[in-house]
Protein backbone atom coordinates (compact mmCIF):
# COMPACT_ATOMS: atom_id res chain seq x y z
CA UNK A 1 0.00 0.00 0.00
CA UNK A 2 1.22 3.49 -1.24
CA UNK A 3 0.62 6.54 1.21
CA UNK A 4 0.36 9.75 -0.65
CA UNK A 5 2.11 12.98 1.05
CA UNK A 6 1.19 16.14 -0.59
CA UNK A 7 4.47 18.24 -0.39
CA UNK A 8 4.06 22.05 1.55
CA UNK A 9 4.57 24.99 -0.17
CA UNK A 10 8.07 25.65 2.09
CA UNK A 11 9.05 22.28 0.56
CA UNK A 12 8.45 22.78 -2.68
CA UNK A 13 10.12 26.16 -2.34
CA UNK A 14 7.68 28.75 -2.72
CA UNK A 15 6.62 31.15 -0.16
CA UNK A 16 3.91 29.15 2.54
CA UNK A 17 0.48 30.64 3.61
CA UNK A 18 -0.36 31.34 6.82
CA UNK A 19 -3.68 31.29 9.00
CA UNK A 20 -4.18 33.89 11.66
CA UNK A 21 -6.57 31.95 13.83
CA UNK A 22 -8.75 34.56 16.48
CA UNK A 23 -10.83 33.04 19.46
CA UNK A 24 -14.41 34.90 19.32
CA UNK A 25 -16.55 32.46 20.86
CA UNK A 26 -15.81 30.31 24.32
CA UNK A 27 -15.85 27.11 24.89
CA UNK A 28 -18.01 26.94 27.65
CA UNK A 29 -20.35 24.53 26.98
CA UNK A 30 -19.43 22.99 24.13
CA UNK A 31 -17.96 19.43 23.49
CA UNK A 32 -13.93 18.27 25.33
CA UNK A 33 -12.75 17.59 21.90
CA UNK A 34 -13.86 21.65 20.59
CA UNK A 35 -11.66 22.63 23.58
CA UNK A 36 -8.65 20.32 22.60
CA UNK A 37 -8.60 21.44 19.30
CA UNK A 38 -8.88 25.42 20.86
CA UNK A 39 -5.85 24.70 23.13
CA UNK A 40 -3.71 23.01 20.75
CA UNK A 41 -3.96 25.75 18.31
CA UNK A 42 -2.58 27.46 21.16
CA UNK A 43 -5.74 29.97 21.90
CA UNK A 44 -6.26 30.94 25.58
CA UNK A 45 -8.79 34.07 26.04
CA UNK A 46 -11.28 35.26 23.87
CA UNK A 47 -9.49 37.34 21.33
CA UNK A 48 -6.72 36.17 21.57
CA UNK A 49 -4.91 35.41 18.35
CA UNK A 50 -2.28 32.58 16.93
CA UNK A 51 -0.55 33.02 13.54
CA UNK A 52 -0.11 29.03 12.09
CA UNK A 53 1.16 27.92 8.45
CA UNK A 54 -1.66 26.72 6.49
CA UNK A 55 -1.42 22.90 6.01
CA UNK A 56 -3.68 19.95 6.34
CA UNK A 57 -4.11 19.37 9.95
CA UNK A 58 -4.23 22.78 10.82
CA UNK A 59 -7.17 23.20 8.79
CA UNK A 60 -8.69 20.07 10.26
CA UNK A 61 -8.75 21.71 13.43
CA UNK A 62 -9.84 24.65 12.44
CA UNK A 63 -13.09 23.35 10.39
CA UNK A 64 -13.63 21.19 13.82
CA UNK A 65 -14.01 24.69 15.97
CA UNK A 66 -15.12 27.28 12.92
CA UNK A 67 -17.81 28.36 14.57
CA UNK A 68 -15.79 29.44 17.44
CA UNK A 69 -13.13 31.54 15.58
CA UNK A 70 -12.11 33.77 12.96
CA UNK A 71 -9.67 32.92 9.76
CA UNK A 72 -7.46 34.99 7.89
CA UNK A 73 -5.04 34.08 5.30
CA UNK A 74 -1.99 35.97 5.02
CA UNK A 75 1.22 35.82 2.99
CA UNK A 76 4.49 34.48 4.91
CA UNK A 77 7.37 36.92 4.35
Known amino acids: MTTMRTRTAVEAG???QMLKITLVK???GRPADQGRAVRSLGLGKLNSS?????TPDIRGQVYKILHL????EIAAE
Do not use: F, L
Open 50 to 54: VVRPD
Open 26 to 28: STI
Open 69 to 72: VTVE
Open 14 to 16: GTT
